[in-house]
């Protein structure tokens, strides 16, 4: 019998180790900083599309990240950001939109749209022009989450994401 202190517990390791394991992910990818951003770890961004309690764990990842090895404080508030309204949208839709391919077509729509505030921030240190950061970004974030997309669907049959906190 699963107490609620206990259910709530669960949620915070589960995050931990998804936090953990986006941070793991990140360091293992060559691109996962700068103009052209192709991290593995954004594959984790589609979990929120099964199951809304792991948005804390990619959100904390991010912000680890971006803290210590990306841009600082304001890839902290940008990327931070970023995520956070990207998965924001997605979970806030979970039982609006029931078809699960439908939710991690929108989750890749709402990253790759977004990634606008991450140009926003490089602009100024990079040197490139806006619409062309963008475009790399948005691209880079688009073929990453489309490509991870069918991945997580199979992944969540296997395992159950929405099972699992």
Do not use: C
């Not at 589960?14 to 293992?28: E, K, P, Q, S």
Request: charged content about 10%; cysteine-free.
């Amino acid at each position: 019998m699963k107490t609620k202190s206990n259910q709530r517990l669960r949620v915070v390791i589960i995050n931990g180790i998804v936090m953990a394991l986006y941070l793991a992910l990140t360091f293992v990818t060559p691109l996962s900083s700068g103009p052209v951003q192709i991290r593995i770890s954004e594959s984790l961004n589609h979990l929120v599309v099964f199951n809304r309690k792991l948005l804390w764990g990619v959100l904390g990842g991010v912000v680890v990240y971006n803290a210590f090895f990306g841009f600082g404080i304001l890839d902290v508030l940008f990327g931070g950001g970023q995520t956070l309204l990207a998965l924001g949208i997605t979970a806030l839709l979970h039982n609006k939109v029931k078809n699960v391919k439908v939710r991690l077509a929108l989750n890749t729509l709402f990253f790759t749209v977004s990634m606008i505030l991450i140009a926003y921030m490089l602009v100024p240190t990079g040197g490139k022009p806006f619409w062309i950061t963008y475009g790399t970004l948005a691209l880079s974030e688009f073929v990453t989450m489309a490509i991870s997309a069918p991945i997580m669907y199979y992944l969540n049959r296997a395992i159950g994401f929405d099972k699992r906190v």
